[in-house]
């Protein structure tokens, strides 16, 4: 793996850290209510439309998936 490519790989995973400790942590605060939180979530899944063809836009897809019937499940 070249340095750049892992380089990118670094950067999208601690992108992807920071912004699900973010959200996690203002639900947490009630600063985002449930709704709001799964709104977040709906919105990241319909921008990787164009991507979610692609294993690493899949793969994005099911983690989103996983928090939303986590944490961030209708269903508490």
């Not at 992807?16 to 919105?43: M, N, P, Y």
């Amino acid at each position: 793996m070249s340095d750049t490519e892992t380089q990118a790989k670094a950067t999208a995973l601690a992108g992807g850290a920071i912004a699900s400790a973010l959200l996690e942590t203002l639900f947490d605060k009630s600063i985002l209510s449930l709704d709001e939180s799964r709104s977040v979530l709906d919105r990241a899944i319909r921008s990787l439309a164009l991507v979610m063809q692609t294993p690493e836009g899949f793969a994005a897809a099911k983690i989103i998936g996983s928090l939303q019937s986590g944490k961030f499940s209708a269903r508490r």
